[in-house]
């Protein structure tokens, strides 16, 4: 069962509606009755009040080099303090995470951890970076925010879906220093029939955690026969060349059988290898292939001399072609966050 909390924590943004509540955090605007909860599982309505009933509930605790976010160009090398909650806002049917994302408080073992735990479990193993990842974390956002409050110098990963309002994001950037969002498909329908949400709520927030400044990689998950037309990921590629930049990091992802999904097959390498080549012909710089080893599909190259400035084979990784944050070779300024 779910760890019980020793605290209750008021959600932020939502307003009252007679004898119900209308959430604000996130595009679904659920309205969520006294004893009712919400579509994500982690806001529950009280007698007086709309309730974060996630606050503080771990269920999931690991250590991680920040390839595995994946995040190629912030602080490569180095390790994270990975931790989740219960609850996510979409219901992805690929879902690897499901048993904790698309499972309610109460339903799923977790352990209570005080924001000032998780701090202090992360400088006792002399780490500084903390990711919320595994379920969404933008549904978890008191507690992110509490932890930023505890922990100034600490640096601080989303890895999200990009399901939120504006006005949260705009909270949650000022709380992160990196993004790793997912843009799970290219065309509403995908968005809808696989993941319960829409298209252009995530491509929002992707331009305005851009337009912030904060370090920002995107991943795209190409799964057969649903989200792998070249159509739609060339209009993608197109995409974020003419509203982000062609510096911005994409991972193109291995899809694996999983969840109400498992009877689609594994992505073709060949597809990957395609997806990235057109990418890199459109103009994007650093485009990555991940979940499958390749020969060099996740090396960072140069887009000035050419020259492998990273190079990294699963999760061994050497940066001797980086002189701080430029090319060892040529001295171009490459956007990497060291």
């Not at 999931?60 to 190629?72: A, R």
């Not at 994270?80 to 879902?95: D, L, P, Q």
């Not at 500084?128 to 978890?140: K, L, Q």
């Given at each position: ?226 989200n792998d037309s070249k159509k739609e990921i060339g209009e993608f590629c197109d995409w ?14 291995r899809f694996h059988p999983d969840n109400e999904m498992d009877d689609v097959p594994w ?29 060099n599909g996740s090396d960072t190259i140069c887009p000035q001399c050419g020259s492998a ?30």
């Amino acid at each position: 069962m779910g760890a019980i909390s020793p605290v209750s924590i008021e959600a932020r943004y939502y307003t009252r509606d007679g004898d119900a509540y209308i959430c604000r955090l996130c595009p679904h605007g659920c309205r969520i009755p006294v004893g009712g909860t919400g579509r994500c599982g982690t806001r529950r309505g009280e007698r007086d009040y709309l309730e974060a009933n996630t606050y503080g509930r771990v269920s999931s605790i690991g250590y991680d080099p920040v390839e595995k976010k994946p995040l190629y160009h912030f602080h490569p090398k180095e390790k994270t303090f990975s931790v989740g909650s219960i609850g996510c806002n979409m219901r992805c049917r690929h879902c690897q995470n499901y048993a904790i994302s698309q499972s309610f408080s109460g339903k799923k073992r977790s352990t209570y951890k005080s924001p000032e735990s998780i701090v202090e479990m992360c400088r006792g193993d002399g780490m500084d970076i903390i990711a919320f990842t595994y379920n969404e974390p933008t549904t978890w956002m008191e507690y992110i925010l509490d932890v930023r409050r505890l922990a100034p110098e600490m640096k601080i990963i989303l890895v999200t879906n990009g399901l939120v309002n504006e006005e949260p994001l705009r909270d949650l950037i000022g709380a992160a220093d990196a993004f790793n969002i997912d843009v799970k498909g290219f065309t509403d329908e995908f968005y809808v029939n696989i993941c319960g949400a829409h298209l252009n709520d995530v491509l929002r927030t992707v331009r305005t955690v851009f337009d912030s400044g904060r370090h920002l990689e995107l991943t795209y998950l190409i799964i057969p026969g649903h989200n792998d037309s070249k159509k739609e990921i060339g209009e993608f590629c197109d995409w974020v060349l003419s509203e982000l930049s062609a510096d911005v990091p994409v991972h193109f992802t291995r899809f694996h059988p999983d969840n109400e999904m498992d009877d689609v097959p594994w992505t073709p390498e060949s597809t990957l290898e395609w997806a990235r080549d057109t990418a890199m012909s459109k103009g994007l710089h650093y485009v990555y292939i991940g979940n499958l080893m390749t020969e060099n599909g996740s090396d960072t190259i140069c887009p000035q001399c050419g020259s492998a400035v990273v190079t990294r084979l699963g999760y061994l990784v050497d940066t001797d072609g980086l002189d701080g944050t430029r090319c060892r070779k040529c001295g171009a300024q490459l956007p990497f966050v060291r």
